[in-house]
């Protein structure tokens, strides 16, 4: 089945800077790739996806890149603010005939130090 | 609409105590999952359902019963409990299986002594 691997496991960053945040998948089928923010306390929310025919997406300061051949894919924050503070959850399925339920990697607590 | 709710939202039990989760959702959403989420270890699929009166084991079923007689409810049943199902359990449902975005409640904290 699928394997999804997320690192770093913390980061810190200081306020404005840039923060990225990489996972690797072991399917070569999978074909979506959702990321989720969980601040503390809260319930995980979508905050983008990328499907496996695009390289790239960005919404406003946040990207997501996606490398098919070397299968992994990647979470880009730029200008950081206090409120990016949160853990955030990578994860990958491959759907169609027999698909799979998502698989998360297990998390990346990010702190914007202000 | 109130999106995806979950009952109790705290518990504490002894070990061997039984419990039911209860999780809702007014979306109309066909499919609905259960996870639960331990330090380091992220978000793990329980147990999870393609439609009413289907059920299905996900990562780490054992320990756990599921439930779905109506579309919007989705029950998770702890016969005996033991003090490693000690976590936060989340309820979650979409409306395309996997591929699109998944709706989580707010999460269920239980405890077992």
């Known amino acids: 089945g699928e394997n999804v691997e997320q690192h770093p496991s913390t980061l810190s960053v200081q306020e404005g800077d840039s923060a990225v945040i990489k996972c690797t998948y072991s399917?070569?089928?999978?074909?979506?790739f959702p990321w989720y923010k969980q601040e503390l306390g809260k319930r995980p929310q979508l905050i983008i996806d990328i499907r496996s025919n695009v390289g790239e997406k960005k919404d406003q300061r946040i990207a997501v890149t996606l490398n098919k051949t070397a299968k992994h894919f990647s979470l880009h924050i730029t200008e950081t603010q206090p409120e990016d503070s949160a853990v955030y959850f990578c994860?990958?399925?491959?759907?169609?005939?027999?698909?799979?339920?998502?698989?998360f990697g297990k998390g990346t607590r990010l702190s914007v130090i202000a | 609409n109130a999106g995806v709710t979950q009952t109790p939202k705290f518990r504490v039990l002894k070990t061997g105590q039984s419990m039911t989760l209860l999780c809702a959702q007014d979306?109309?959403?066909?499919?609905m999952y259960w996870y639960r989420q331990d330090p380091g270890m992220g978000l793990r699929l329980i147990h999870y359902?393609?439609?009413?009166?289907?059920?299905a084991k996900g990562e780490v079923p054992d320990g756990y019963n599921v439930s779905r007689l109506k579309k919007q409810n989705f029950l998770l049943g702890l016969e005996s409990a033991a003090p490693s199902q000690t976590s936060v359990y989340f309820c979650a449902s979409s409306p395309i299986f996997s591929t699109d975005t998944q709706y989580f409640g707010p999460g269920t904290r239980l405890t077992v002594l």
């Open positions: 994860a990958a399925t491959s759907p169609g005939v027999g698909n799979t339920p998502l698989v």
């Open positions: 359902s393609v439609g009413e009166g289907t059920t």
């Open positions: 399917d070569s089928a999978s074909n979506y």
């Open positions: 979306m109309n959403h066909e499919y």
